[in-house]
C-alpha cells in the first residue's frame, strides 16, 4: 500500500475526496480506476515527445480536467545530475531538489505544475531498488528477473504518482526510440498496464517522423510504418499518432497511415513546425485530439475547452511589436537544449514586454584568444552569462562581464554567471588576483569559494546545495522592486558560493548584494545600483518561469534591455 501525502501543501500534494488507495497503488475516483495515457516515440530522437506530451496535458487542462506527468529516461544514470549538457541537454531542477530531465521543465511550464523528482524514472532508479530489494531478502529464494520483478517495480513507481498526486489522468513520456535496447522494460510495463488497468483507462499515443524529402516535396509516410511495426512487435498498439512534419499531413498522407498502422484516421493528428512550440496545443485540439481523448477515457466533464487565455498568450509569443538581441556568453554553445529554461525565461518576458528576443549563442573562448573581439557584444541590447562549470571560457565570461559592466549594457549573471562576476568586481577594485577556486584552488584572493559542507563530500550525484531555499530580500533594492516581496523561494543547484569574508570589501567597493539566505551567511543576488541593468542571482529562477508569468530577474533584464533598444533607435 502506498500511503498518501498528509495535510495540503498545494495542488500537486493535496487530497481529494472520494480517492481511495487500493493494491498495487491503484488509485480510484469515487471507484473509477486512475486514467494513464502513455507517449513513445519513433524514427528518431528530438522530435518533441515532451512538446507533444505537455501539449495533450494542456488539452485536457483546457477542459477541466486535473493531469499530472511523469518522464521515463532508459539510460542507466540514477538521474540527470552528472551527465553533460551537451550530451543530453539541460539538467533540470525540481522543487524538491531533484536532478531531472528537461522534459520535466517543459511540462511544468505549459501545465503550470511543481513536480518532483518522483515525476522523473530512470533505468539506473529502477535496477538500483531492485538490486537493494534482493539484497535485503525481499525477493528471497526468487530468481530475479527483468519480467516480473524490473517490470513490476516500474509499474509500482507509475501507479504510486497515481496514488500520491491523485488527477483525472496520469500522462507517462517513455524516453528514447522504440527498439532501444534499454527501453524495452518500460514499454512492456506500458503493455502489461494495459491488460491490467483496461482498455479504457489506458492510452497509447506515438509521436513519430513524417520527413519530405526536398527532390519531391513529397511527405514520406515509410518511417512511421516501420517505427510502429517495431511498436506493435513489442506488443503495443498505438491508439492515435501525432506526426511530426514541417507543415501539416495531407490527406493522402494521414489515410495512408491509418490504413498501414491500423489506426483510426480521426487519430492521426499532425504537429508541424510553428513559430512558438505554446501553439500545439491548440492546432492539435482544432485537429480533434481533446474531443478523442475526452470521448476514448470516457472522462465525464465540460467537452468544450477554454482556450481564451491561452490563445491571448501565444499571441504575444508569435505578434510581438518589438524585438531585442541579446548575447548568451556561455560554454555549452553547441546545443541550445543545453540552455532551454533559459531561453524560455527570456521569450516568457519577451512576450510580457511585447518583444520577441532573438538570443545568440556565444563561446567565450574566443574572448580570451581575441580581447579584441568582445567588440561584437556592443552590438546586443544585453549580455547575459548562464549557469556552468570548470575553468574552461571562464576568463572570457569575465572579459564579457567586464565589457557590460564598462559599457553600461544590461547583463544578467545567473549561478556561474553570479560568481564570475563576484570576481570580475573584486579585480576592479584592487583584488587583481581574484579567482573561485574552482578554476583556481591556490589564488590568494578566493572570492568565490567551496561551502564548507562540499568539502567532505566525494559522490558526485545528487550531493550539490540542491532545490528550493528561502530567500530575504534588501528593502529599497531592484530585486526587491522586481519581487514585489521580501521573501521568496528560488530553485538552487551549486557547490561554490561568495566567500563570506570579502562580503563587507565589496560593499565598500559599490556592490550590493540585496537578496541573502534566510540565515543571513549566503549571498544571493547582487546588483550595482547606477546602472541600466546589472543583475546576478546565484539561483537558477529560470526554472520557475512560466509563460504567463515571467521570472522576475529575467523579466526586468529584457525590459532593461528593450529601453536600450528603444532608447538608442530614437533620433
Given at each position: 500500500?502506498?500511503?498518501?501525502?498528509?495535510?495540503?501543501?498545494?495542488?500537486?500534494?493535496?487530497?481529494?475526496?472520494?480517492?481511495?488507495?487500493?493494491?498495487?497503488?491503484?488509485?480510484?475516483?469515487?471507484?473509477?480506476?486512475?486514467?494513464?495515457?502513455?507517449?513513445?516515440?519513433?524514427?528518431?530522437?528530438?522530435?518533441?515527445?515532451?512538446?507533444?506530451?505537455?501539449?495533450?496535458?494542456?488539452?485536457?487542462?483546457?477542459?477541466?480536467?486535473?493531469?499530472?506527468?511523469?518522464?521515463?529516461?532508459?539510460?542507466?544514470?540514477?538521474?540527470?545530475?552528472?551527465?553533460?549538457?551537451?550530451?543530453?541537454?539541460?539538467?533540470?531542477?525540481?522543487?524538491?531538489?531533484?536532478?531531472?530531465?528537461?522534459?520535466?521543465?517543459?511540462?511544468?511550464?505549459?501545465?503550470?505544475?511543481?513536480?518532483?523528482?518522483?515525476?522523473?524514472?530512470?533505468?539506473?532508479?529502477?535496477?538500483?531498488?531492485?538490486?537493494?530489494?534482493?539484497?535485503?531478502?525481499?525477493?528471497?529464494?526468487?530468481?530475479?528477473?527483468?519480467?516480473?520483478?524490473?517490470?513490476?517495480?516500474?509499474?509500482?513507481?507509475?501507479?504510486?504518482?497515481?496514488?500520491?498526486?491523485?488527477?483525472?489522468?496520469?500522462?507517462?513520456?517513455?524516453?528514447?526510440?522504440?527498439?532501444?535496447?534499454?527501453?524495452?522494460?518500460?514499454?512492456?510495463?506500458?503493455?502489461?498496464?494495459?491488460?491490467?488497468?483496461?482498455?479504457?483507462?489506458?492510452?497509447?499515443v506515438h509521436v513519430t517522423l513524417v520527413p519530405v524529402l526536398d527532390v519531391v516535396g513529397e511527405q514520406k509516410t515509410k518511417p512511421t510504418q516501420h517505427s510502429i511495426q517495431e511498436l506493435r512487435r513489442?506488443?503495443?498498439?498505438?491508439?492515435?499518432?501525432?506526426?511530426?512534419?514541417?507543415?501539416?499531413?495531407?490527406?493522402?498522407?494521414?489515410?495512408?497511415?491509418?490504413?498501414?498502422?491500423?489506426?483510426?484516421?480521426?487519430?492521426?493528428?499532425?504537429?508541424?513546425?510553428?513559430?512558438?512550440?505554446?501553439?500545439?496545443?491548440?492546432?492539435?485540439?482544432?485537429?480533434?485530439?481533446?474531443?478523442?481523448?475526452?470521448?476514448?477515457?470516457?472522462?465525464?466533464?465540460?467537452?468544450?475547452?477554454?482556450?481564451?487565455?491561452?490563445?491571448?498568450?501565444?499571441?504575444?509569443?508569435?505578434?510581438?511589436?518589438?524585438?531585442?538581441?541579446?548575447?548568451?556568453?556561455?560554454?555549452?554553445?553547441?546545443?541550445?537544449?543545453?540552455?532551454?529554461?533559459?531561453?524560455?525565461?527570456?521569450?516568457?518576458?519577451?512576450?510580457?514586454?511585447?518583444?520577441?528576443?532573438?538570443?545568440?549563442?556565444?563561446?567565450?573562448?574566443?574572448?580570451?584568444?581575441?580581447?579584441?573581439?568582445?567588440?561584437?557584444?556592443?552590438?546586443?541590447?544585453?549580455?547575459?552569462?548562464?549557469?556552468?562549470?570548470?575553468?574552461?571560457?571562464?576568463?572570457?565570461?569575465?572579459?564579457?562581464?567586464?565589457?557590460?559592466?564598462?559599457?553600461?549594457?544590461?547583463?544578467?549573471?545567473?549561478?556561474?554567471?553570479?560568481?564570475?562576476?563576484?570576481?570580475?568586481?573584486?579585480?576592479?577594485?584592487?583584488?587583481?588576483?581574484?579567482?573561485?577556486?574552482?578554476?583556481?584552488?591556490?589564488?590568494?584572493?578566493?572570492?568565490?569559494?567551496?561551502?564548507?559542507?562540499?568539502?567532505?563530500?566525494?559522490?558526485?550525484?545528487?550531493?550539490?546545495?540542491?532545490?528550493?531555499?528561502?530567500?530575504?530580500?534588501?528593502?529599497?533594492?531592484?530585486?526587491?522592486?522586481?519581487?514585489?516581496?521580501?521573501?521568496?523561494?528560488?530553485?538552487?543547484?551549486?557547490?561554490?558560493?561568495?566567500?563570506?569574508?570579502?562580503?563587507?570589501?565589496?560593499?565598500?567597493?559599490?556592490?550590493?548584494?540585496?537578496?541573502?539566505?534566510?540565515?543571513?551567511?549566503?549571498?544571493?543576488?547582487?546588483?550595482?545600483?547606477?546602472?541600466?541593468?546589472?543583475?546576478?542571482?546565484?539561483?537558477?529562477?529560470?526554472?520557475?518561469?512560466?509563460?504567463?508569468?515571467?521570472?522576475?530577474?529575467?523579466?526586468?533584464?529584457?525590459?532593461?534591455?528593450?529601453?536600450?533598444?528603444?532608447?538608442?533607435?530614437?533620433?
Amino acid at each position: 500500500m502506498i500511503e498518501k501525502p498528509e495535510g495540503n501543501d498545494g495542488d500537486e500534494g493535496s487530497e481529494r475526496p472520494g480517492w481511495a488507495d487500493t493494491d498495487f497503488g491503484v488509485a480510484r475516483l469515487n471507484g473509477k480506476r486512475a486514467k494513464y495515457l502513455f507517449v513513445t516515440g519513433g524514427v528518431m530522437s528530438g522530435i518533441g515527445k515532451g512538446v507533444a506530451t505537455a501539449s495533450l496535458g494542456k488539452i485536457l487542462q483546457a477542459r477541466g480536467f486535473s493531469v499530472t506527468v511523469m518522464k521515463i529516461d532508459p539510460y542507466l544514470n540514477v538521474d540527470a545530475g552528472t551527465m553533460n549538457p551537451l550530451v543530453h541537454g539541460e539538467v533540470f531542477v525540481t522543487e524538491d531538489g531533484g536532478e531531472v530531465d528537461m522534459d520535466i521543465g517543459t511540462y511544468e511550464r505549459f501545465l503550470d505544475l511543481n513536480l518532483t523528482k518522483e515525476h522523473n524514472i530512470t533505468t539506473g532508479q529502477i535496477y538500483l531498488s531492485v538490486i537493494e530489494k534482493e539484497r535485503r531478502g525481499d525477493l528471497l529464494g526468487k530468481c530475479v528477473q527483468i519480467i516480473p520483478h524490473v517490470t513490476d517495480e516500474i509499474k509500482s513507481r507509475i501507479k504510486g504518482i497515481a496514488a500520491k498526486y491523485p488527477v483525472d489522468v496520469v500522462l507517462v513520456e517513455i524516453g528514447g526510440t522504440v527498439g532501444d535496447i534499454e527501453g524495452l522494460p518500460f514499454l512492456e510495463a506500458a503493455r502489461q498496464m494495459r491488460l491490467e488497468e483496461g482498455f479504457g483507462n489506458v492510452i497509447n499515443v506515438h509521436v513519430t517522423l513524417v520527413p519530405v524529402l526536398d527532390v519531391v516535396g513529397e511527405q514520406k509516410t515509410k518511417p512511421t510504418q516501420h517505427s510502429i511495426q517495431e511498436l506493435r512487435r513489442i506488443g503495443i498498439q498505438p491508439d492515435a499518432i501525432i506526426a511530426r512534419s514541417k507543415r501539416p499531413l495531407s490527406e493522402t498522407s494521414k489515410k495512408k497511415i491509418a490504413l498501414f498502422c491500423n489506426v483510426e484516421e480521426r487519430a492521426v493528428f499532425t504537429s508541424p513546425d510553428v513559430e512558438s512550440i505554446y501553439q500545439i496545443p491548440l492546432i492539435l485540439d482544432e485537429q480533434g485530439a481533446g474531443d478523442y481523448l475526452v470521448e476514448r477515457f470516457g472522462l465525464r466533464g465540460s467537452s468544450q475547452p477554454d482556450w481564451s487565455n491561452w490563445r491571448a498568450l501565444v499571441k504575444r509569443f508569435i505578434e510581438p511589436r518589438y524585438s531585442v538581441r541579446i548575447a548568451m556568453c556561455g560554454k555549452y554553445t553547441e546545443l541550445a537544449d543545453s540552455y532551454v529554461s533559459v531561453n524560455e525565461a527570456l521569450k516568457h518576458s519577451g512576450a510580457a514586454c511585447d518583444s520577441k528576443v532573438h538570443i545568440d549563442w556565444i563561446g567565450t573562448e574566443e574572448f580570451e584568444e581575441d580581447e579584441e573581439g568582445l567588440e561584437l557584444l556592443r552590438d546586443y541590447d544585453g549580455i547575459l552569462i548562464p549557469g556552468g562549470f570548470g575553468a574552461r571560457g571562464a576568463e572570457g565570461k569575465i572579459r564579457a562581464i567586464s565589457f557590460a559592466r564598462s559599457n553600461d549594457i544590461p547583463f544578467l549573471g545567473i549561478c556561474y554567471g553570479f560568481q564570475l562576476s563576484i570576481v570580475e568586481f573584486a579585480r576592479s577594485i584592487g583584488f587583481k588576483d581574484a579567482n573561485s577556486t574552482e578554476i583556481d584552488p591556490y589564488t590568494k584572493s578566493p572570492v568565490i569559494d567551496l561551502m564548507p559542507e562540499q568539502k567532505s563530500i566525494n559522490l558526485m550525484g545528487s550531493t550539490m546545495r540542491l532545490g528550493a531555499h528561502r530567500i530575504v530580500l534588501k528593502e529599497g533594492s531592484m530585486a526587491m522592486r522586481l519581487y514585489g516581496k521580501k521573501i521568496l523561494t528560488e530553485r538552487h543547484r551549486h557547490r561554490y558560493e561568495v566567500n563570506p569574508r570579502y562580503l563587507e570589501a565589496l560593499e565598500r567597493g559599490g556592490l550590493v548584494f540585496s537578496g541573502m539566505s534566510e540565515d543571513g551567511l549566503r549571498a544571493e543576488i547582487v546588483e550595482l545600483p547606477g546602472m541600466r541593468f546589472f543583475m546576478a542571482t546565484q539561483f537558477h529562477a529560470e526554472f520557475k518561469s512560466r509563460p504567463n508569468r515571467p521570472s522576475p530577474p529575467y523579466l526586468g533584464f529584457v525590459r532593461a534591455c528593450l529601453e536600450r533598444r528603444l532608447g538608442r533607435s530614437k533620433p
